[in-house]
């Protein structure tokens, strides 16, 4: 199909539309012409699974037409090995979103489920422009769903929340759209792969820098813009916080492949220290701020801060492990091994993947309980296990997942990061490892709290177990993550061209002189 | 490339440290550890374990207890694992969770949310109350400020002009 | 001096404003000497009279011509303008009339002010001697001044006609003084002849000095009409105390004839002085901006509110203007077309809220919109989005020309500065939202609209997103002007 990103587009959004004009007071049409769409959207998308070529770093299933033509803005779209992933994840996360959705909601069915496709459609946008101004617009737009999801159908203090996370990252978002507008005065161009090939000087690129760096540490999140990311998920719907953190969050690590690395290479490389340093604090001290929370939602909240804080150490950690040497050969530096680059950044990819599965499992299984006793405290809950024993089974091994137990899709990513960063620095790889620990500590504290140990409240007693549907979600997620944990070979190999394309680009100073 | 098999080299020896090769020089034969393991004190002291075993718990039960009335001390930090159970749930545990809680309350929740994120907002709001005033709703109020505003852009003019029209 | 000839086929260029006028006049009559029962129909008069204006100017769009002994030019600034200033009004009065019928204010003087007020606006955009300009300004002003003086039974609304008439009357008398100063200098009305002094090499330390001095009092007056801080004191009051649908024709329309009067003035006139009165432009733009996005994040009155964001939207306008280039010129103009469908929209959702005997005006009036009249809420949510600048709305695509402008003349300081405050602006805009979406309504909310307000209003919203997705025509359209 030529046009399969424009249809993986424009289906969903257009599929909410039409959701939209069903109405809320005929849910259940609503309801099920919202999953006919999200199944056909994720089947197709398949397809870029399917027929993706893993031999070149070139970008495929290229769509483009003029748009704006005075400011040479295309409607250009593409898929690498870097997006194509995160779209498939979209598509996925979406289904199990709207099937989550199924019987909780009852205020507004028609709105939600069209809130939740639009949201597709615009992410899948983001992950395949390859104009950064319809990628801006995409990543703008994507916000407006969110902040109704967040508004609408949010707990107590949904308001605060919503617009915390609007202004948030409409903050961090408008530099970029500075920087972005400024390269186009440089380069006359807002295609991507024009920035990509613009000579910047160090200053410049500085302060390009920043201002990605801005926009993404907001999204992904980083220390210390990240507190906006507790109270969105504490206050989201279940459905939310699932795409919030399964795929929002890795909006802005891909920002960091697409953007920031091959854009700004040299003061990626000047500045990777202070990134490093804030991703190795988010790894620990949020994971020790995770650990006293009481609000089980708040917990995954921090602990996806601090798994995603590998996501960006991966990254950047690339900087100390290799150089260009003057012949334009990519060299170690202090004899760490080449793949270790790769380790690290295809660690970082595996890591938002695996993280998109365990953190929607993880916001899921919350919100199974949610749902029947409507209080996120830990201290609500306790012995879950006797009444609810096929939920225990799959809480727990979603839990073992966030903590990194081997065999699941937790510690994949985090190992290979590990194992790049030890190559960089061993103080890195020791901090990082830290997590280990830290992490396994609050994820099974919550577990012991809540599904063991004796039983505080009468109520937990009569709760039931999981339906056919939750049951259905839970165990595709738990197939999802095994599989990841133990064969992530072919996710790796449809990234490894474009991680080598982007190592490639990361490495090659841009500085006019140098060039 | 690396990941044609994934994990092939995890377990590979470094060149600088040939432990294996180490131990090789090292090995004779089955028999040879055998009577070498004679004289070696591991050995001694699993003999003696048996022994002491076989005379607190068979021989001499009374013996064991005349031991820990006598020596209440040493019993209390051998039964209690040399505190290190404590030690854990002292320093590590509620270390831990009053590091969490100090993070979380004082840097994440006061000092990042409150003052610089809701602080930001608040001085917007104040900015935003601290001109409202101005909007006196009296028109001479309004004229005078225009009148100001014109004098003050005049004044700017003639300054920037470097009074160059007196030469 | 000048030699006034006069050739009857020049009054060809003229159609539209002849046709107004007769129209105008012919109204005039009808309405004094109809029966009762026809009255209604001067409505209907009135937006054919419109429609037929925006007609005849559209076919004079590519024309050019400098008549009635250069007092009068047409050019497709002109023309262009006159078509949007016909096109606007017409959703305007269309909004307008639903406002007046349900709060007993519908009075036929009110369409045949509006129509005068236009009429001055198509004056001004064509104007081409200081004269001509100022005549048209002041027939503008004071139709203004009457139209919101039309609720006269109501306080707010003299007191709003009061101020808007004294403070105007004071802008124009610097205006009116500037000139003078630079028909004193140039000893010429003339546009053309202006721009061509002021072009000469060999100008004197103290001609210099008065035409700066004259720019200055253009700029003044300019910058009153539109609103820039510090001459904006006007706008909220005037905002406020006039009936909404006044307020609506007020932040609308006349600020494109307040653009074109700029353009005539300082572009075509004093265009030697661009790096003059593009730094006056500079500090009017930032302060603006700053203090229309700052003063509105504390009202609870959502006319007030608008107020201060059109102050802070012309602020961007200016910046366009600072640029010095036409490309710069294009954007802001651009942007105006932008900020008067968002505003004529934003107003139109607020009349539909008004019913007998209840002014919406309060932005708690909005409180469950979404939940009664989610179409309506949806249409609100779109403009206050856009108004926001967030994609993929035509707001942003207005505030990107302009940043791009500003960023490509290299004022990449005034580029971060504006974003910093668009930010800040979003959150009123997100109260509004949230009103609507996020709150239960707590008293009755009743939607009263006619066919024809339901159908533009739907229009209007839909063209902020269509033309959001698709803005490059009418990009394309903003530059060409110049």
């Known amino acids: ?515 | 490339m690396l990941f044609g098999g994934w994990l092939d080299n995890s377990i590979t020896i470094d060149a600088s440290h040939q432990a294996l090769a180490e131990l090789k020089g090292h090995f004779y034969s089955a028999f040879a550890l055998l009577t070498h393991s004679v004289v070696t004190p591991p050995f001694w002291m699993m003999v003696g374990g048996a022994v002491s075993a076989w005379v607190f718990c068979l021989y001499r039960p009374d013996w064991a207890d005349q031991i820990q009335s006598r020596f209440k001390r040493t019993n209390y930090v051998l039964n209690s694992l040399y505190g290190f159970d404590r030690l854990n749930d002292i320093v590590f545990v509620k270390g831990s969770v009053k590091l969490g809680n100090l993070l979380w309350k004082i840097s994440d929740m006061t000092l990042i949310d409150k003052v610089i994120v809701n602080g930001s907002a608040k001085l917007a709001r104040y900015l935003g109350v601290l001109i409202r005033p101005v909007q006196t709703g009296y028109v001479y109020h309004y004229a005078f400020f225009m009148i100001v505003s014109l004098m003050l852009v005049l004044g700017w003019v003639l300054i920037a002009s470097d009074f160059s029209f007196f030469s | 001096m000048m030699n006034f000839n006069f050739n009857i086929s020049e009054l060809v260029f003229v159609m539209p404003e002849l046709f107004l006028l007769a129209a105008i006049s012919s109204i005039l009559l009808f309405d004094l000497y109809v029966k009762e029962e026809f009255k209604k129909y001067t409505y209907h008069l009135s937006q054919a009279a419109l429609l037929v204006t925006g007609l005849l100017a559209f076919n004079l769009i590519g024309e050019s011509a400098t008549i009635f002994s250069g007092t009068f030019v047409l050019d497709t600034l002109g023309s262009t303008f006159k078509v949007f200033i016909a096109g606007f009004s017409i959703i305007a009065l269309v909004y307008s009339r639903q406002y007046l019928s349900v709060h007993g204010l519908l009075r036929n003087e009110y369409f045949i002010l509006a129509l005068m007020s236009i009429l001055g606006m198509l004056v001004m955009v064509s104007g081409h001697s200081l004269l001509t300009l100022y005549l048209g300004l002041e027939i503008m002003s004071l139709s203004l001044y009457a139209l919101i003086a039309t609720a006269r039974d109501r306080a707010f609304a003299i007191e709003a006609a009061l101020k808007y008439f004294v403070l105007g009357a004071i802008a124009s008398g610097l205006l009116l003084y500037g000139m003078s100063m630079i028909y004193g200098i140039t000893g010429n009305l003339d546009i053309a002849q202006i721009a061509s002094f002021a072009s000469l090499a060999t100008l004197e330390p103290q001609e210099t000095l008065i035409l700066n001095f004259g720019l200055v009092f253009l700029v003044i007056g300019v910058a009153f009409k539109l609103g820039a801080v510090p001459f904006h004191m006007w706008v909220p009051d005037v905002y406020q105390g006039s009936p909404t649908s006044v307020t609506m024709f007020l932040s609308t329309v006349p600020k494109l004839a307040a653009v074109a009067l700029l353009v005539r003035l300082l572009i075509d006139g004093l265009s030697d002085f661009q790096h003059y009165w593009a730094d006056l432009f500079m500090i009017l733009a930032v302060l603006s901006i700053a203090v229309g996005s700052l003063v509105a994040l504390t009202q609870v009155n959502i006319k007030r509110m608008l107020a201060y964001s059109t102050i802070s939207h012309i602020g961007f306008v200016l910046l366009g203007f600072v640029t010095g280039v036409l490309e710069g010129y294009g954007s802001a103009v651009f942007y105006v077309f932008a900020y008067i469908l968002m505003s004529l929209a934003a107003f139109g959702s607020i009349i539909v809220l008004n019913r007998s005997g209840f002014e919406a005006d309060q932005i708690s009036d909005f409180k469950g919109l979404s939940k009664h009249s989610p179409w309506f809420a949806l249409i609100m949510l779109v403009v206050m989005l856009s108004m926001a600048g967030v994609p993929p709305f035509i707001g942003f695509y207005s505030k990107l020309f302009i940043l791009q402008q500003v960023v490509s003349e290299g004022y990449v300081i005034l580029a971060v500065i504006a974003v910093i405050f668009a930010v800040i602006s979003a959150y009123y805009y997100l109260q509004i939202i949230k009103t609507m979406y996020f709150d239960d309504a707590d008293k009755e909310i009743v939607v009263s609209a006619p066919f024809d307000l339901k159908a533009v209003l739907s229009v209007n919203g839909v063209l902020i997103l269509v033309i959001g997705l698709m803005p490059s025509y009418w990009m394309n359209l903003s530059v060409s002007l110049f």
């Open chain 1, 1 to 515: 199909m030529d046009s399969l990103l424009s249809i993986l587009i424009w289906l969903p959004i257009l599929g909410g539309g039409s959701v939209l004009l069903i109405g809320n007071d005929r849910g259940s049409l609503a309801k099920w012409t919202s999953a006919v769409i999200s199944v056909l959207v994720f089947i197709l998308s398949l397809n870029l699974f399917l027929d993706f070529d893993t031999s070149t770093s070139a970008m495929q299933f290229v769509e483009k037409a003029s748009w704006i033509s005075q400011f040479n803005i295309f409607y250009h779209l593409g898929v690498d090995g870097i997006s194509m992933p995160l779209i498939i994840l979209t598509t996925f996360s979406t289904i199990l979103v709207i099937i989550a959705g199924w019987e909780v909601i009852q205020n507004r069915i028609a709105d939600y489920m069209a809130a939740f496709l639009m949201m597709e459609g615009i992410i899948i946008g983001v992950f395949s422009a390859m104009d950064s101004m319809l990628y801006y617009v995409f990543w703008e737009a994507s916000l407006i769903p969110m902040l109704l999801i967040i508004g609408v159908w949010g707990g107590q203090n949904r308001v605060y929340a919503a617009i915390k996370f609007f202004l948030y990252t409409f903050l961090g978002s408008v530099f970029m759209l500075v920087s972005l507008i400024y390269m186009y005065n440089l380069g006359g161009s807002f295609a991507i792969s024009d920035m990509h090939a613009l000579p910047l000087t160090l200053a410049q690129q500085s302060w390009i820098f920043w201002a990605f760096f801005l926009a993404f540490a907001v999204k992904v999140p980083m220390f210390p813009v990240h507190t906006w990311l507790p109270d969105a998920h504490v206050q989201a719907p279940t459905g939310g916080s699932v795409i919030l953190a399964a795929i929002m969050l890795k909006m802005g690590g891909y920002g960091f492949f697409r953007f920031s690395l091959p854009i700004t290479p040299d003061a990626s490389s000047y500045f990777a220290f202070v990134v490093i340093v804030l991703s190795l604090i988010a790894i620990v001290y949020i994971g020790f701020v995770a650990l006293v929370q009481k609000d089980m939602k708040k917990l995954i909240a921090y602990s996806s801060i601090s798994h995603m804080g590998f996501v960006t150490l991966g990254v950047f950690a690339l900087f100390s492990i290799m150089k260009m040497d003057s012949n334009g050969e990519l060299i170690s530096i202090a004899g760490a091994s080449i793949e270790s680059a790769y380790l690290g950044l295809e660690g970082a990819m595996i890591q938002m993947v695996s993280h998109g599965f365990i953190s929607a499992a993880m916001f899921l299984v919350v919100g199974v309980l949610y749902d029947r006793l409507h209080s996120r405290e830990i201290s609500t809950y306790g012995g879950v296990v006797n009444s609810m024993p096929k939920f225990t089974g799959f809480a727990v091994l979603f839990a073992m997942a966030n903590a990194g137990l081997p065999g699941t899709s937790g510690f994949v990513g985090e190992f290979m990061v590990i194992l790049g960063a030890l190559q960089a620095n061993f103080w890195y790889a020791f901090l990082a490892a830290m997590t280990l620990i830290v992490g396994a500590a609050y994820t099974l504290w919550m577990v012991k709290r809540v599904f063991w140990g004796p039983v505080n409240n009468p109520e937990v007693n009569s709760l039931s177990d999981i339906n056919a549907r939750e049951f259905s979600i839970l165990a595709i997620l738990a197939v999802a993550v095994l599989w990841m944990g133990v064969y992530p070979q072919p996710v790796i190999e449809v990234m490894h061209v474009s991680i080598a394309n982007l190592l490639e680009q990361a490495l090659t100073t841009k500085i006019p002189g140098i060039l």
